[in-house]
């Protein structure tokens, strides 16, 4: 059985004697209060004392209500779109090749690579063998390095330059990073 809790009880007089009449009705009304507060969480009958761990209340999630949350939050999931990682794919190269857009040009035997423009276009041009690698912008102008011209030459070995296509409304330009 629970431990029986005592009320709180009204100010006791001796206490009382020493308090204005504005502090006494404050300490009472806090009293009174407190003694509400006493019997809404179950009085001196409270059985919280006497629950054990093996004893388990149900949740909302274990009972099945929160089901239609969970409904809706998949729902909402499906929403939002996935974004997936573009990934250069390798090319190893040697000879003349025209790379789109996701290629990551390996080329070697003094290549030539042709930059096919697409909108957004990404392509990777390395040099795999030190020899003169020549890319060609396909009509459109390469800018890399402070230089600009409708092709440029990769003559050092492991030199790689990664080309993005920009467009706007009054220019259209290969650039190299």
Not at 17 to 37: H, I, K, N, P, S
Request: net charge negative; charged share 25%; proline share 5%.
């Amino acid at each position: 059985m629970a431990k029986v809790n005592v009320p709180p009880m009204k100010v006791p007089a001796s206490v009382a004697e020493g308090l204005t009449r504005e502090a006494f009705e404050y300490l009472d009304e806090l009293t009174f209060t407190v003694y509400q507060l006493f019997l809404r969480t179950g009085g001196g009958n409270d059985d919280i004392e006497e629950i054990t761990d093996s004893d388990s209340y149900e949740t909302s999630l274990s009972s099945g209500q929160g089901n239609e949350q969970f409904d809706e939050n998949t729902m909402l999931e499906d929403l939002i779109p996935v974004v997936i990682p573009e990934i250069f794919k390798a090319m190893p190269i040697s000879g003349n090749y025209t790379a789109v857009h996701l290629d990551n040009v390996d080329a070697s035997g003094n290549a030539k690579i042709k930059l096919s423009p697409s909108q957004g276009a990404q392509i990777i041009t390395a040099n795999g063998d030190g020899s003169t690698i020549n890319v060609d912008g396909d009509g459109i102008e390469l800018r890399c390095k402070g230089k600009t011209g409708s092709d440029i030459n990769i003559r050092n070995k492991g030199t790689s330059l990664h080309w993005y296509l920009f467009e706007s409304p009054t220019d259209k330009y290969w650039r190299a990073s």
